[in-house]
């Protein structure tokens, strides 16, 4: 790092070379007192444990200290809520759980704190997320911040499916024997279509309303086939 500050100055100091602050900064380099941001944090820590009531003999927790650590507080703090009977949780649990075990909670409880470490206020930020959950019962879902990037979502998620769904019907009209998948493949398509222009509207409501066509097997397709031909 001061190497690369050093070539910096340098580079300065060849397009103006009577700069006296580039000669003093290039001839304090090497007194500089130069570290990463982790390290100067720790200094700083260090250095005012007593202001902040730090035992002055913490160490660093290595990673696989921190995991094993973050996972027995949080297994404490789920049989604590289980203990409570706490209703919050329970619902919490039904909706983010799984049929065996609580698993996928844990890991999404995990997932939401170190992304939350990673700004300035994690306590703040967390309050704020939570507060934009307390809506009323006629909210408009594309106003919110949350609505907003689930709508993108599934935008990006339907333009794949109609990318899809063209290649499968290409494959159909041009494959012998799959041309009686054309009709449904061309119908799921129009669906996806109709998805598409209704992100802008009523989303919800339309896709209460969409009843999609079961692909037949080939042989169920065969016997319609033939009992067409009968009919002829």
């Known amino acids: 790092m001061r190497e690369r500050i050093g070539e910096a100055i340098s580079k300065e100091l060849d397009k103006n070379p ?18 990463t941001m982790h390290s100067f944090c720790l200094d700083v820590i260090k250095n005012n ?7 002055p003999s913490f160490r660093i927790a290595e990673e696989t200290e921190t995991v094993l650590l ?6 404490e703090l789920m049989e604590d809520r289980y203990d409570k009977n706490d209703q919050d949780f329970l619902a919490l649990v039904e909706c983010f759980g799984s049929s065996k075990d609580d698993k996928p909670l844990e890991e999404l409880i995990l997932d939401l704190y170190s992304f939350s470490m990673s700004g300035p206020w994690p306590e703040k930020w967390l309050r704020e997320k939570a507060e934009e959950f307390n809506i009323g019962d006629n909210f408009d ?17 339907l333009i794949s499916a109609k990318d899809k769904l063209r290649a499968a019907e290409k494959i159909c009209d041009e494959t012998s024997g799959l041309e009686g998948y054309g009709d449904t493949i061309r119908e ?32 169920g397709l065969a016997r319609k086939q033939i009992r067409k031909l009968k009919r002829q």
Do not use: C, M
Not at 18 to 35: E, G
Not at 49 to 54: A, S, V
């Open 18 to 35: 009577d700069s006296t602050l580039l000669q003093r900064q290039l001839t304090l380099l090497n007194r500089s007192y130069i570290t």
């Open 49 to 55: 444990f007593h202001t902040i009531d730090l035992d």
């Open 70 to 75: 973050k996972q027995e507080l949080l297994q």
């Open 141 to 157: 879902l594309s106003t919110t911040p949350w609505g907003q990037v689930l709508l993108e979502s599934i935008r990006i998620e």
């Open 188 to 219: 799921d398509l129009a669906l996806v279509n109709r998805l598409i222009d209704a992100l802008a509207k009523d989303l919800i409501l339309f896709i209460q309303s969409l009843r999609w066509r079961i692909l037949l097997s080939l042989r």
